[in-house]
């Protein structure tokens, strides 16, 4: 019995019923261009937060005062654009390799892995651009993790079904954030949610068609195969994880130069441990937790929906 259908069975879960013309077509239709989104009057406004609580979690330290939690929301939202530029590093020379076997067919699927590559390239650009705008208005320098091509390549070297379901932790991830938190919240600077917003729409179709993508690769793969994948995508979250924790410290001295504040050690270890339990949730408890990327970690291999429930609190 083919063994894709045995894992459905045992799961009552099926595969998900997407295609190819229809995220193909749904693309066509949102067709954003960078250059309409960033430069000339469309101005990031740093009165307002760019990022909402739920990811920022700023209200918790009560030592800073609003101003000063507001220049670290400010500091989070670089970081946040920064770091999805950063994963698309990886994703987009990935979706290349998986559609260059393809490449000889004329139909949908070829199409639809090449507009999903020219569009994550299109997502780096504008981050790119995001960053270069806020770096001139900030005011001052915000370090961030890298360099991007040393993060690739480590991820890169993991099995390509590990990857794949990394790529789709990042989509659904995306989807997460935009609907639960971001869509409907009207205190956020109106140019930085603009880009958000725009992000999202395409990443919406690029998590059916790395859905679609991981079907095909686990398809391929032994059931052992399968049960490494989920490990091997367990190992790059937890390298991601330890960049997390950079990221934080980064944070807090982007933040001292900022605001000329200093800090006491309580105020210090109160700080990274609210802003690492924050990084934790943004980029890796809100993607693994996701149910539609719980329900494909389940078809992959038998066993991985208890599995990543059990481990995701950690990243709460």
């Given amino acids: 019995m083919n063994t894709t259908i045995e894992r459905t069975k045992d799961t009552n879960l099926g595969w998900p019923n997407y295609s190819y013309e229809a995220t193909l077509e749904a693309s066509d239709k949102i067709n954003w261009r960078v250059e309409d989104l960033i430069g000339g009057d469309k101005r990031l406004d740093f009165t307002k937060p760019f990022l909402p609580e739920s990811l920022a979690r700023c209200d918790a330290l009560h030592f800073l005062s609003a101003e000063e939690r507001l220049v670290l929301n400010q500091i989070r939202g670089h970081g946040y654009l920064y770091t999805f530029g950063l994963v698309e590093e990886f994703i987009l020379p990935f979706v290349l390799d998986h559609a260059r076997p393809l490449l000889r067919g004329n139909d949908a699927r070829v199409r639809a892995f090449l507009n999903f590559a020219s569009e994550e390239a299109k997502h780096i650009d504008l981050f790119k651009r995001f960053r270069a705008d806020f770096r001139n208005s900030f005011g001052s320098e915000c370090e961030v993790i890298g360099p991007p091509e040393a993060v690739a390549q480590a991820i890169l070297s993991k099995h390509p079904l590990a990857v794949a379901l990394v790529i789709l932790h990042i989509e659904w991830m995306t989807q997460r954030h935009y609907l639960d938190s971001v869509a409907d919240n009207h205190k956020l600077d109106p140019q930085f949610k603009s880009l958000l917003r725009h992000h ?43 960049a997390m924790a950079q990221q934080a410290k980064f944070d807090l001295e982007s933040l001292k130069r900022a605001t000329g504040r200093a800090f006491t050690t309580e105020e210090t270890n109160r700080f990274l441990d609210i802003q690492q339990q924050g990084l934790r949730w943004t980029f890796l408890g809100s993607g693994m937790s996701h149910q539609n990327f719980l329900n494909t970690a389940e078809l992959v291999s038998a066993g991985s929906r208890a599995k990543l429930e059990e481990i995701a609190p950690i990243f709460s």
């Fill in 200 to 242: 999202w729409m395409e990443e919406s179709q690029h998590a059916k068609l790395d859905t679609l993508m991981v079907h095909a690769i686990s398809d391929s793969c032994s059931d052992q195969e399968r049960a490494n994948a989920i490990n091997g995508y367990l190992e790059i979250g937890g390298m991601l994880d330890g």
